[in-house]
């Protein structure tokens, strides 16, 4: 069938990234018998290191790893203005910090260990359809002939971009710094100069060693100096600087004839925290099932990927994304008088602190949002600030009808 072709190997998936999202779906599909290789263009698995690594305690359910892998957990979230009035929130979750280079790895040599051939140093370059429903993927290595191709590849992914997809992106910066800070206390710095994100402070354990860092499309680097300043934090103290990037929107398209994409190559990210980790394990999940049943049936056109994965996906942490996305809008637009205007409200009120204590979800906002909409107080600011940005109507609209 493949005279015409001249290739190294023939395989049933070929995932593209051999990050958290690449090598948590290799595992499932290994689980499964499903022959599947990973291609990372790095040579070792889980650099370079580019995440704060807090994630919610539902992880632990989700996907569960070694206890070692567990820096710290936290209790309280402080959330700042940007006049420094401050409120500190705790509901159910007791987020994880997690050692993020030894978590990758974890997922990637249990993959291993269950048969996902690896493919490391080695980089995707492009691929394109070959008849009787296969496709021709050409690395920086080898040219593999699959049936599905997994774009797992990052906010940057070129798998995506094959498909006309580009995600908006906003850089992030972030350290490692000796810094003492509550152990049991993360912190969320709301400002105007890093409005897509906040500046935050998640304390890695007792080691008195911080993730700080933060998001912002303007000037990242110049807006991290003014956050370390105005957290009291000299040169000096950092240990180790990362970068990266944060998909900013939520998921659009992603599912393709033979080709899907998972993780922040499909925007699955919380646009109010920057979390990509519950998420894109929890469409793994489905997506790892989708394939299997894709291979069984010997079908992977773009229709039958949309109706099992897409859609689905859509309808359930689509609708959770969008709503971190619209959440994300709003505060995008706060002055320092309504962040004061709010934390007054939560303080005196106390159906307010019962939803919070109740319904809180870092990663699933829409029960904690539909008691709040049922507030009239939280609801007359909401409703004062749209009518004093009129702007943001269209965006929203457009949120809900996408
Ligand atoms: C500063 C920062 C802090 C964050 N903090 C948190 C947090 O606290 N909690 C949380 O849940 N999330 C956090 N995130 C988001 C989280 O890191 C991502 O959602 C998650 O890493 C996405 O995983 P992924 O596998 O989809 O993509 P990535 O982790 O970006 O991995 C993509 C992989 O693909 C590889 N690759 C790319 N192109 C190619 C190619 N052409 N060929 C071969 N390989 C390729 C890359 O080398 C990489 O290994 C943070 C992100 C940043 C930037």
């Known amino acids: 069938m493949h ?6 190997f023939e395989i049933d998936v070929c995932i593209i990234g051999g990050s958290i999202a690449g090598n948590y779906l290799a595992c499932l599909l290994a689980e499964q018998n499903v022959r599947c290789c ?3 263009e790095h040579e070792i698995l889980g650099l370079p290191f580019q995440c704060a690594g807090i994630i919610s305690q539902k992880i632990l359910n989700l996907a569960p790893f070694p206890k070692s892998i567990i820096l710290n957990r936290v209790k309280t979230a402080k959330i700042v203005a940007p006049n420094n009035q401050s409120i500190e929130l705790s509901g159910k979750e007791n987020p994880v910090i997690i050692d993020r280079i030894e978590f990758d790895k974890y997922f990637g040599l249990k993959a291993q260990e269950m048969g996902a051939k690896y493919y490391l140093g080695e980089k995707y370059v492009s691929h394109w359809g070959l008849p ?43 350290a490692r710094v000796k810094y003492n800070y ?21 304390p890695e354990g007792n080691n008195n060693v911080c993730r700080i860092g933060l998001a912002t499309s303007s000037h990242p680097n110049k807006a991290f100096s003014t956050f370390l300043k105005k957290i009291e934090v000299d040169s000096s103290q950092i240990i180790s600087k990362q970068g990266g990037a944060l998909p900013f929107g939520y998921p659009k398209r992603f599912a393709f004839k033979n080709a899907v994409l998972l993780g922040d190559s499909a925007c699955m990210v919380k646009a109010t925290t920057g979390g990509g980790i519950v998420m894109l394990v929890s469409a793994a999940k489905i997506l790892a099932s989708v394939i299997d049943k894709s ?18 996906i859509k309808c ?6 969008k709503l971190h996305f619209l959440i994300r809008l709003i505060l995008m637009e706060l002055k320092s008088e309504d962040f004061n205007r709010f934390f007054r409200m939560y303080l005196n009120s106390k159906d307010l602190h019962e939803i919070v204590k109740n319904y809180a979800d870092m990663d699933f906002p829409l029960k904690l949002v539909g008691k709040l909409l049922l507030n009239r107080e939280f609801m007359q600011i909401v409703f004062q600030l749209i009518i004093r940005n009129l702007s943001i109507i269209p965006k929203i609209i457009k949120i809900f009808i996408s």
Do not use: C
């Open 3 to 8: 005279q015409y072709f001249k290739y190294d």
């Open 38 to 40: 990973v291609i990372e």
């Open 132 to 174: 009787h429903d296969k496709i021709l993927i050409k690395t920086s290595k080898h040219d593999i002939v699959a049936k599905i191709i997994v774009g797992a590849d990052g906010p940057f992914s070129k798998v995506a971009k094959r498909y006309g997809i580009k995600n908006a992106m906003i850089p992030a910066v972030q």
């Open 182 to 202: 509550d152990l049991n206390k993360t912190a969320m710095y709301f400002d105007q100069r890093w409005k897509e994100l906040f500046g935050y402070i998640v």
């Open 295 to 312: 291979l069984k049936k010997n079908d992977f056109s773009q229709h039958y990927f949309r109706k099992n994965y897409e859609k689905p």
């Open 316 to 321: 359930s942490l689509g609708i959770e994304l």
